[in-house]
């Protein structure tokens, strides 16, 4: 199956930071989701995205199917912004299985 | 909000019992999955349900089995229950089948004792 490998695991940033997060993937894919899980365990939708970029406020993210990566960026970084990104995937099979696979996730904590 | 809605938020019980878990997606979705996420396995995929139809199989164990009803709610049952089960499990739903933004539910956190 596809692998999904997310880095950095950790990061720690003063409030007003930037950050980029990536992910890379081992085979084509046609759903790339982009999430964060609050310290309440909620796993909130950040992006649909399995090619091009899209932007949402202060977060941004760009997938290059081609070169199997995306990339997450937060700007201005605020303490709300802890927590732990997920990047999902799941990729082209004729059985038609759709479910995700997730990366091991980076675990971001912004510090006031 | 998702609109994805799971009950109960939580649920303590012993081994060897059996649990039924309760999903219901977003008007209008058809597809269901479910995921297991545990400190060891990290998030997984179990099964997937398309317009009360298995339609895909991941990490499940023959223990669990799940099922999606006429009104498109599913569940998910999990039975001999171990120490090892203990996770939180969620559902997601999606439009229909294939490439589609899944939506997660806030997930059933399952403590086996």
């Known amino acids: 199956g596809i692998q999904v490998e997310q880095s950095p695991p950790d990061l720690i940033l003063q409030e007003g930071a930037n950050s980029t997060l990536r992910c890379n993937f081992s085979?084509?894919?046609?759903?790339l989701q982009w999430f964060h899980q609050n310290p309440w365990g909620q796993l909130i939708n950040l992006f649909y995205i399995p090619s091009g970029t899209k932007q949402n406020g202060r977060l941004s993210a760009t997938t290059v199917a081609t070169e199997r990566y995306s990339l997450l960026y937060i700007s201005s970084s605020q303490t709300t912004d802890s927590g732990v990104y997920f990047c999902a995937v799941a990729g082209y099979s004729g059985g038609g299985a759709d479910g995700l696979t997730f990366g091991k996730g980076t675990h971001l904590i912004i510090q006031p | 909000d998702s609109g994805v809605t799971q009950t109960p938020k939580h649920l303590i019980t012993a081994t060897g019992q059996r649990v039924t878990l309760r999903c219901s997606p977003r008007?209008?979705?058809?597809?269901v999955y479910w995921y297991q996420q545990s400190l060891d396995q990290g998030l997984q995929f179990l099964i997937q349900?398309?317009?009360?139809?298995?339609?895909a199989k991941g990490n499940i164990l023959e223990r669990f089995s799940a099922q999606q009803f006429p009104d498109l709610h599913s569940e998910l049952n999990l039975s001999s229950l171990e120490l090892g089960d203990s996770a939180l499990y969620f559902c997601?739903?999606?439009?229909?089948?294939?490439?589609?933004?899944?939506?997660f539910g806030p997930g059933t956190r399952l403590t086996v004792t």
């Open positions: 085979d084509s894919v046609n759903n």
């Open positions: 997601a739903s999606s439009a229909s089948g294939g490439a589609y933004e899944q939506y």
């Open positions: 008007s209008g979705d058809l597809s």
């Open positions: 349900y398309y317009n009360g139809e298995e339609r």
